[in-house]
């Protein structure tokens, strides 16, 4: 029998015969699996480069029952507006984007907007076996519908904010945390009539605002009651809410914003009616967007570690891909002072 040469293309059992063991063990030790030993894997693989073996990922992913990519999912129940082109979004999908490819998966990208079926979206998702797991960025109004999904699968970490007896794991901010130290920097610079600028049905800014509300309670003497102004989430939704709250002649010499993007929004329409940020209106965000720094003037808020958060979603996915229960995380807000506080 003739010797195939080393620089021709081995089989997998061709592989498996030149280090002693089964072919099984060669398809772990190529997957990186730390069930070989690290010798024997650095051997395998060594064999392999020599011998020209390519892992045929096709066939693996069908003996695995695997596809290899990631759902990265965004309900738009709340504001079927909002745009992907959100820097926030952006942002976050960036992070995201790195780490996925770094594990070799591929992303399925799905923004998911308010229907007659609305309940149906995430089931489908999961039933059209298209992705190995699923990662939702913002409980929006779906809260009843991931925690449904949760209860049969594993594979499911959202962006968002612990809610009381939820099911699904969630990764976030501390909300509460965040915007009451953005409320108590306000009231220490001497600010006293504070309003909160956002749409409080949704979990996260609800937080937010519990968060201001808390603060309020706790000001000096002077300090003016908690008062909401509703905005949505757009790019100029504040835009309309303030003009609004200005003719009307309200009185308020500061802004915690449920957004950066809201803040923003808030800080142009301020200025446009011949009011100074922050002399006459103080105004503080959430989310710390690469923006924020840029703005004029450059806008106080409260900073989310988004690469961290988004490390941390893939990092808690693949434990539940691989079948492992996992704790939601909350990560601690940081307050940037910058001019418009």
Same mark, same amino acid.
């Given at each position: 029998m003739t010797k195939k040469p080393a620089s021709a293309p081995s089989t997998m059992a061709d592989i498996a015969r030149l280090a002693g063991v089964s072919a099984s063990t060669v398809s772990r030790a190529l997957a990186g699996s730390p069930l070989v030993a690290k010798k !024997?894997?650095?051997? /395998?693989? !060594? +064999?392999?480069?020599? %011998?020209?073996?390519?892992?045929?990922? @096709?066939? %693996?992913?069908?003996?695995? *029952?695997? @596809? *290899?990519? /990631?759902?990265? @999912? /965004?309900?738009?129940?709340?504001? $079927? $507006? *909002? $745009? +992907?082109?959100?820097? =926030? =979004?952006?942002e976050m999908l960036g992070h995201l984007a790195e780490a996925i490819t770094q594990r070799g998966y591929s992303i399925l990208l799905q923004k998911i907007l308010p229907t007659t079926n609305a309940d149906d979206w995430l089931q489908q998702l999961i039933t059209g076996n298209r992705s190995d797991g699923i990662i939702v960025i913002g409980q929006s109004t779906e809260h009843k519908v991931l925690d449904r999904a949760a209860a049969n699968y594993l594979p499911l970490v959202v962006w968002g904010c612990q809610l009381e007896k939820q099911r699904y794991c969630t990764v976030g901010t501390d909300n509460v945390g965040g915007a009451m130290a953005a409320t108590e920097h306000l009231l220490n610079s001497g600010r006293r009539n504070i309003v909160f600028l956002g749409d409080a049905s949704i979990p996260e800014i609800k937080l937010r605002h519990e968060g201001y509300r808390r603060a309020l309670q706790r000001g000096p003497k002077g300090t003016a009651a908690p008062c909401i102004v509703p905005a949505h989430l757009t790019a100029n939704a504040a835009d309309e809410s303030v003009r609004a709250f200005i003719r009307e002649g309200a009185k308020f010499d500061a802004i915690v914003a449920g957004t950066d993007a809201v803040a923003i929004s808030a800080m142009r329409t301020i200025r446009a009616a011949g009011l100074s940020v922050p002399k006459d209106v103080a105004v503080t965000g959430f989310d710390d967007i690469a923006l924020a720094a840029h703005t004029a003037p450059s806008l106080t808020t409260v900073k989310q570690d988004l690469a961290r958060g988004a490390h941390l979603l893939v990092d808690l996915l693949m434990q539940r891909i691989g079948g492992t229960e996992t704790p939601s995380a909350t990560l601690p807000g940081e307050l940037i002072v910058r001019e418009s506080a």
């Open positions: !024997k894997r650095e051997l /395998i693989a !060594k +064999l392999a480069r020599e %011998r020209g073996y390519v892992v045929n990922a @096709t066939a %693996r992913n069908l003996r695995l *029952q695997r @596809t *290899q990519t /990631i759902a990265v @999912t /965004i309900p738009m129940g709340h504001e $079927s $507006s *909002q $745009s +992907l082109a959100d820097p =926030f =979004f952006l």
